[in-house]
C-alpha cells in the first residue's frame, strides 16, 4: 500500500511497509506500486552542467535540482528545484530566508586547514563529481565530494576524514553537516513519533532551568510547548525500525495564513555502517530554527565517545555517499498532515530504494569500498541456557567490528569511532546475514538482544576487555570477510553466564527503554496553562516526583513494568534547584529463605 503516482514525484514508488500510512488507507486505496529510483529519478533528461562563476562559486545542475557551491569552505548557499505539481513548471530556492541566510555549511571536528582546494572529479553529462580537499601540516585532512547523477531529484554528499603519519594526536571527532532549511518550511518530520507542524520562525525564549538548548515556544502551532534538537534525535537502527530519512516540508497552515509550496528537503541514508556506536545509537537529526543535520560522527546521548588519534596513526573514513533528496507533492492535496506525510512516505520509500543500490557503482575513491571489495557473513545462533531452555535466539542484533587501534582504554563498540560496523538482526529461528561488509581479516562477532542478557564476543580483544558481561564460544574465533564471497559460520552456541535460576525480570534486555514508563513519550513535555505561566516540566524526567510521590516501590507479582518502573532513574530538582539522586526500591517475596551460599541472576 503506497501513495498514488499524481501525489508526489518522482512518480516511481517502492513497496514499504510505514507504520504512519496506516491513517492514510482510506485515502490511497487501489493504486499501483512501483519503485522509487536510486537518485530519486529516472536517470533521463537534461544533462548535469557544472559551471565556473567565476567568483569563487561553481553551480552544478541537471534541470531539476542546482545548488551553489563555495570553493573555499565547501558550503552550498543555494538549492533550486525545478518541478510542477499542478500549477505550472516553477523553481523554489530551498535555502532562501533560512537562519544565517540558509546554507548548508560543515563542522569538521577539527581536521584540515578550513581552506579548500577545489577540483573537478568526473563531468560527463551523466554524471558529475567535485572534490573540496582541505588538508593542513598536522591535523588530517578534511575531503567533501559533492555528485550528481543526470535526472535526479537531489545531490549526493561523500565527506571523508583522515588522519596521516604526520599528523598529531587529535582528541575529538564531532563532525556534521547542517542545512539550514529556507522560510518556506514549517513542518519537521523525523520518525512517525516526531512528526508535526512547528511554524515558521517560532518565538523562543529560555525554558527553565533546562539545557541551554532547550526553549519554550511562545507562539505558532507549537505555543506552550518545548522544542529543542535534543528531544528529536533518533537512533540508526533500533525501536524505531532504524531512522534512515529526516527533514522538512513546506505545507498549508490556513489558520495563520500561510501558503505552504507542498515541497520536502530530506537526508537520506543508503547505508549506517560509517556512523559510530553500534545499532542502537542515537544522533540529532532536526532542530529548532529549521535545520536538518547529519551528524556524521558525534558522541551526543553518551554513546560513540570514544576516538583518540594517537601521534602518527594512519587512519580514514569515509561517510557516504548520502543524499540529500528534494520532493513535492501535487498542489490539490492542502491538507497539511496529509501533504506532510505524502512527502515523508515518499521520502521513505526513496531511502528504501538508495539502499537496493548500495554500495554505489557511480562513486570511486580508494577510500570507498565498491562491491568486489565486499562480501556476506552467515550464521544461526543458538542460546545454550540451562534455566531457560526456551530461550530464543530471534531478533538478536548481530554484527561484526574490526577492533580499532586503542589508545584511550576503550574497549566497547557502542564507544569506539573509527572502524566501520556492519549488523542486522537475526530471524526467527536465529539465522542472520550480514551483507556488504568491506574485505578484511579480524573482525569480532558480536550478538544481544531480548532473549539472553549480556553480549556474545566471539573472540577477547587485544589488550582489554569491554565494561559489561559478555560470553565467549567454548572455541574462540575471529572472523574473515572476502570480497565477492560469503563467509558461513554454521551454527555458533551462545552460552550465557549463569550463577542460578532467574527469580525475576523487570523488563528485558534489548537495550531500549520503550517498555517502561516513559519509554514511548520521553521527548514531550507538558504544556502550562498559557506562554506566560508555563510548566517547569520540560522534560518526562522531571515528572518522576509527581508519578512517584512517595518513591518508586516496584512490588514483584503486582507491579507492571510499562507503568510502574521509570524509563531512567534521575536526579529531580528541589524548589531551589538542585538536582538530588533518587532511591528505588523492589519488593519481592519467596517460597523459603535461600540456603546460605546460593546464588541466583
Known amino acids: 500500500m503506497m501513495l498514488p503516482s499524481f501525489l508526489c514525484k518522482p512518480q516511481y514508488y517502492l513497496m514499504k511497509s ?67 505539481n499542478g500549477g505550472g513548471m516553477q523553481t523554489q530556492q530551498l535555502l532562501s530566508g533560512g537562519y544565517s541566510g540558509g546554507k548548508l555549511y560543515w563542522e569538521n571536528a577539527g581536521f584540515g586547514s578550513g581552506n579548500f582546494t577545489y577540483s573537478v572529479v568526473a563531468n560527463n553529462g551523466d554524471y558529475c563529481e567535485v572534490d573540496l580537499l582541505a588538508a593542513s601540516s598536522t591535523n588530517g585532512v578534511m575531503d567533501v565530494h559533492f555528485s550528481m547523477l543526470r535526472g535526479s531529484s537531489g545531490f549526493y554528499v561523500t565527506p571523508i576524514w583522515s588522519h596521516r603519519p604526520q599528523d598529531t594526536t587529535m582528541l575529538d571527532m564531532e563532525g556534521r553537516d547542517n542545512i539550514y532549511v529556507g522560510s518556506i518550511f514549517n513542518w519537521m518530520s523525523v ?24 526553549e519554550l515556544v511562545t507562539g505558532g502551532p507549537l505555543e506552550g510547548t518545548y522544542f529543542d534538537k535534543y528531544k528529536y534525535g533518533m537512533d540508526f537502527g533500533g525501536q524505531n525500525g532504524g531512522e534512515r530519512v529526516w527533514g522538512w516540508s513546506s505545507v498549508n497552515d490556513p ?14 541514508l543508503s547505508n549506517v555502517e560509517m556512523y559510530n556506536g553500534g545499532p542502537l545509537k542515537t544522533e540529532l537529526m532536526e532542530g529548532e530554527s529549521a535545520y536538518t543535520l547529519n551528524m556524521i560522527n558525534g558522541s551526543h546521548y553518551g554513546v560513540g565517545q570514544a576516538f583518540v588519534l594517537a601521534n602518527n596513526e594512519v587512519w580514514s573514513k569515509t561517510y557516504g555517499p548520502y543524499f540529500v533528496y528534494l520532493n513535492n507533492c501535487t498542489n490539490t492535496l492542502t491538507d497539511s498532515v496529509q501533504a506532510s506525510r505524502a512527502m515523508f512516505a515518499d521520502a521513505q520509500a526513496q531511502a528504501a530504494a538508495e539502499q537496493t543500490a548500495w554500495p554505489y557503482s557511480w562513486f570511486t575513491n580508494a577510500n570507498y569500498a565498491a562491491t568486489p571489495s565486499r562480501g556476506a557473513i552467515t550464521g544461526q545462533f543458538v542460546i545454550n541456557d540451562t534455566y531457560n531452555p526456551n530461550a530464543s535466539a530471534s531478533n538478536l542484533w548481530v554484527g561484526v567490528v574490526q577492533e580499532p587501534a586503542v589508545s584511550d582504554g576503550v574497549y566497547d563498540f557502542q564507544e569506539w569511532c573509527k572502524p566501520y560496523e556492519f549488523w542486522t538482526k ?26 539472553v542478557a549480556g553480549t556474545f564476543m566471539s573472540q577477547n580483544q587485544t589488550g582489554g576487555n569491554p565494561p559489561w558481561l559478555h560470553n565467549l564460544p567454548m572455541s574462540p574465533f575471529s572472523i574473515t570477510a572476502a570480497g565477492d564471497a560469503t563467509n558461513s559460520l554454521g551454527v555458533i552456541t551462545w552460552t550465557p553466564t549463569r550463577v542460578g535460576p532467574t527469580v525475576f525480570e523487570i523488563g528485558y534486555p534489548d537495550r531500549t527503554s520503550g517498555k517502561f514508563q516513559h519509554g514511548d513519550d520521553w521527548f514531550t513535555g507538558d504544556i502550562g ?10 522534560t518526562k524526567f522531571l515528572d518522576y516526583p509527581f508519578d512517584y510521590p512517595n518513591g518508586l516501590n516496584y512490588v514483584v507479582g503486582q507491579s507492571r513494568w510499562g507503568a510502574d518502573w521509570n524509563f531512567t532513574l534521575p536526579e529531580v530538582i528541589n524548589q531551589a534547584g538542585k538536582f538530588n539522586g533518587t532511591t528505588e526500591t523492589i519488593t519481592f517475596n519467596l517460597a523459603s529463605t535461600p540456603p546460605s551460599g546460593v546464588n541466583a541472576s
Not at 490511497?28 to 522509487?36: A, E, K, R, T, W
Not at 537475526?426 to 532473549?451: E, R
Open 18 to 84: 510505514f507504520l504512519f500510512i496506516i491513517s492514510l488507507f482510506s485515502l490511497f486505496i487501489g493504486v499501483s506500486v512501483l519503485g522509487n529510483i536510486p537518485g530519486g529519478g529516472t536517470g533521463t533528461g537534461q544533462a548535469v552542467t557544472l559551471v565556473d562563476n567565476g567568483n569563487g562559486t561553481v553551480t552544478m545542475a541537471n534541470g531539476i535540482v542546482s545548488v551553489l557551491i563555495t570553493k573555499a569552505n565547501a558550503n552550498i548557499t543555494q538549492i533550486n528545484y525545478t518541478y510542477n
Open 255 to 268: 489558520t495563520i495564513g500561510f501558503a505552504g509550496k507542498n515541497v520536502g528537503i530530506w537526508h537520506v
Open 191 to 214: 520518525s512517525p513519533q516526531h512528526d508535526f507542524e512547528t511554524g515558521v520562525n517560532q518565538p523562543l525564549v529560555p525554558a527553565f532551568i533546562s539545557p541551554q538548548e532547550d
Open 529 to 538: 496553562p498559557s506562554p506566560t505561566a508555563p510548566s517547569p516540566i520540560w
Open 426 to 451: 537475526t530471524a526467527a529461528d536465529g539465522s542472520f546475514i550480514i551483507t556488504n561488509v568491506i574485505a578484511t581479516t579480524n573482525y569480532t562477532l558480536y550478538a544481544f538482544g531480548q532473549g
